[in-house]
Every structure is written in C-alpha cells, then in structure tokens.
C-alpha cells in the first residue's frame, strides 16, 4: 500500500546529475528514487548520503534497455513508496564517437532505446496516473546532438533528436491535461566523473583547469534548474530550454565540445 509520500524518480542516476538532482528534491521534501544500470556499491552511497543529510530515498538497479524494467520500478515505487510527482529522464545515449561505417545496426538501435524509446515507457507509464491527480513534471536531460548532428554521431544525434521531439507531442499532448514536460538542452560540459570524466580519462584535471570555476557546469547548480521548473506556475511553464557556462559559444553559433 502507497503511503502519502510524493516521489520523485531519477532514470540515469550517476554522480553528476542525476545523483545531485535526486539529493535536491530530497532535499525539498521528496522521497528521492535514484535508478542506475549498475554499480551496487556508488548506487547505495548516493542514497546514503542523501539519508545523511536528512532525507528520503531508495535506489534500484535498472537496465533501461530491458523490455519490462522500467515499468516494474515505476510500479514497485507507485505502490510502495507513493505517486511519482516528477520524473528526470536522465540516461544518457552516447556511444562514442563513430563513422557511418563503424556503426553496427544494434548500436545505432541501442541509442535509440536508451534516448527516445525508454523516454515514451516512462511517460506511458506515468502519464495516466499525473492525468488523473491534474498534475506532475516530466524533466528530461537532452544535449548538443538533439539540436545539431555531427559526423561521427549518428545514433546519438538521431536519438537525441527523437528525443526532443518525443517532448515536443507529449508536451502538446499532455500539458493542457495538467502535466509538465521540460526539455532541457545541456549545451556544454558538466563536471561529472561518471559521464565526462570516464570520456576525459587521465586528461581530468588538466580539462578542468582550462575550463575555470564557471566554464563548467555544477552539477548542483543544473539541480536548482531541475528544481525551478518542477515548481514554476502553470501560466509560466517552460516547455524547453537551453543550459551552458557563460563563457562558452552557444549550440546555433557552430561551437562544438572538444576533449
């Protein structure tokens, strides 16, 4: 039986963003449920922490490429734990930088499944139970590649680009029934060791010197984002928006990341 706790649900929770969106709804009164494709052990050290610090959460280990996962974990929290009020939709699809020709068939799918098709399991899933209360955000973390295709990012560009679209007819969709859909364009790089520092390898510090205190996105400071429009009024939704350092060239004007 649910208890009267309102959940907030964290698919794709790293250390980066995920796990520091997941700490600040938790922070804000939510019982925070951080999903993961693996690692047990840094999977149960977010939660503890955000228990460390006062608050509520869970974690649950997910491969979103699963048929019937997502569903399961979305059900288990409904019941257990309470409705599900807002969802980011954190995973990430990158597979790399490779040529038409070095892009298998299960590769070029498995983008797909992780940024778009996973994306549609959350919302049916979620949606009719948001439809019914009148209310609940879907956030969703999207990047560069949902705005502008480069060689060599093929199933990334694709998926991200199926991504954003897929916010765009959930949001005409379900809007007007009550229902928040939020696409967020992190257009730069985000100091995170699971995701970025894993690409940067030995080269981290070095990348992070150049980039400067502010020529970096914090993932702590995107979490305040994240927390911002799950609040916003409903004459006031934004439906997409764009996020980067101050310092960098923005996505229209042709700048892209370098590592």
């Not at 939510?30 to 690692?39: G, I, P, Q, T």
């Not at 967020?184 to 030995?202: E, F, H, I, R, Y």
Request: some cysteine; hydrophobic content about 40%.
């Amino acid at each position: 039986m649910a208890s009267d706790n309102k959940a907030m649900v964290v698919i794709g929770a790293g250390a980066g963003i995920g796990g520091h969106a997941a700490a600040r709804f938790a922070a804000g009164g939510y019982h925070a449920v951080l999903c993961r494709r693996s690692d047990e052990a840094g999977l149960q050290r977010l939660v503890g922490q955000i228990r460390d610090e006062g608050g509520s959460a869970s974690g649950y280990l997910l491969n979103a490429a699963e048929d019937g996962a997502i569903e399961d974990v979305l059900a288990e929290v409904e019941r257990d734990i309470g409705p599900v009020e807002v969802v980011l939709y954190n995973l990430g699809a990158q597979i790399g930088d490779r040529s038409l020709f070095d892009t298998t068939h299960k590769t070029f799918e498995l983008g797909w499944r992780l940024a778009t098709f996973g994306l549609f399991r959350v919302a049916k899933a979620l949606a009719p139970g948001m439809v019914d209360r009148g209310s609940g955000t879907i956030l969703v973390t999207s990047a560069t590649a949902a705005m502008r295709g480069n060689a060599g990012q093929h199933s990334h560009a694709a998926a991200m680009g199926g991504r954003r679209l897929l916010c765009q007819t959930l949001n005409a969709e379900l809007a007007p029934k009550g229902v928040h859909v939020a696409h967020v364009v992190v257009d730069g790089a985000v100091n995170s060791p699971d995701t970025l520092g894993k690409m940067v390898g030995g080269k981290w510090q070095e990348f992070l010197d150049a980039k400067g205190e502010d020529g970096i996105i914090h993932p702590a400071d995107l979490a305040e984002v994240y927390w911002t429009l799950a609040h916003q009024p409903k004459n006031c939704w934004t439906h997409e928006m764009d996020v980067r350092p101050h310092s960098d060239r923005p996505w229209f004007n042709g700048a892209g990341l370098t590592l």
